[in-house]
């Protein structure tokens, strides 16, 4: 049985911020139909000078896109045609060493999960049928598979390690040790807090493509826990660690128990929260990017960081309701959505942020050069006549450039089952590593 997963942390942030807009760049369609949740990764990966990422278009079908980064030319695959019109069901991305793409996908809240591959290296014309992998179970609970997080360990043979929500709402994982074709029986990860029946904990994964996986979660959703807490694991050589190193379990022991893990931030101290993004610093030591929300009005950007001694936390900037639209007159079904975050993998001292200025959502670059005691801010789209959210910053680009993409309100959306909306890219040059 091969080893798995990360270690979790705790702790409470604190706060300083100033912001300055700076001058803005170009930013460029990559589709003029797609959209995407936050709880799939990667959505958007380099490889051998195209940017591959995947996508829901407006009728619900699952598309996979290749855009050459010197001509701009974008190739796009479908690989479900109205599949389910739900944001949820995008998918996820993995390049196998030989080049060949792998997607991972599946309905939201209901059935399996789909696996395809391209046939082919460096292309996605070509894929593989579409195949289910056994994991919805029925007897655990009728939410079947969401979500899907597949990551690669490099110190462990390229053993893929795919994480969902399982039938039951636990965190759930397999793995597999021969590139996709057979994987392990699930296992759920950790013990759903709670004893009610819609108790579902939500996590976000982060590995370094060697021998680490770490992972953030929640409590549950925060529509259903006024005190949604934030916690820290994290996965190496078969065994699960606090932040500080210390040991909490290994695979015997699934699945844990998350008092036993790092509580980053505990919601009853300024309300509920949720969880955007999480990576390591050039130390291999944690950083987080969350939302805190003392109000469903009052979203609240926070930045967490394991300092090596302790977790340390500051406000980035807040103050501001959520995303959809809310039809006038109508109850917003989803107030905890906030515009959302994303992390420089590259360097975690940069935020992505969506925000509202002038009551549209813009996308900044927030950074700090003291981790997190005081960040600067500068436009990364100005003047929009539609909102920008969701950003996401592709894996695996090359040292010097630093790729962001978001989704842009082009049409509406007023939930994830009703929306029209196009994905947009940026480039940043930033000199190195």
Known sequence: MHPILAALPFTILGMASTANEGPVEKDELFTADGAWCWFSDPRAVYHNG???????????????????QKTGALTVATLATKFERDDHDHPSLLFLPDGRLMAFYSLHAKGDTHQRVTSQPEEIGQWSADRMLGFENPGLGPRGVTYANPMMLSDEANAIYLFWRGSDFKPTFSISTDLGKTWSKPRALIKRPGTGTDVRPYMKYWSDGKGRIDFIFTDGHPRNEPTNSVYFLRYEKGGFFKADGTQIGSLQDLPLDPARCDRIYDGATAGRAWIWDICEDRDRHPVVAYTRLPAETDHRYHYARWDGKRWSDSEITGGFKWFPQTPPGEHEREPHYSGGMALDPINPATVFASRPVNGVFEMERWTTPDGGKTWRSEAVTKDSKADNVRPF??????????????MRNSGRYVHFTDYKTELRIRTFRTGGR
Request: glycine share 12%; hydrophobic share 45%; aromatic share 6%.
């Open 50 to 68: 195209k940017i591959c990422a995947g996508w829901m278009n407006a009728e619900g079908s699952v598309q996979v896109g290749a855009r050459d």
């Open 393 to 406: 910053v592709v894996r695996n680009t090359p040292a010097g450039m630093t790729s962001v993409m978001w």
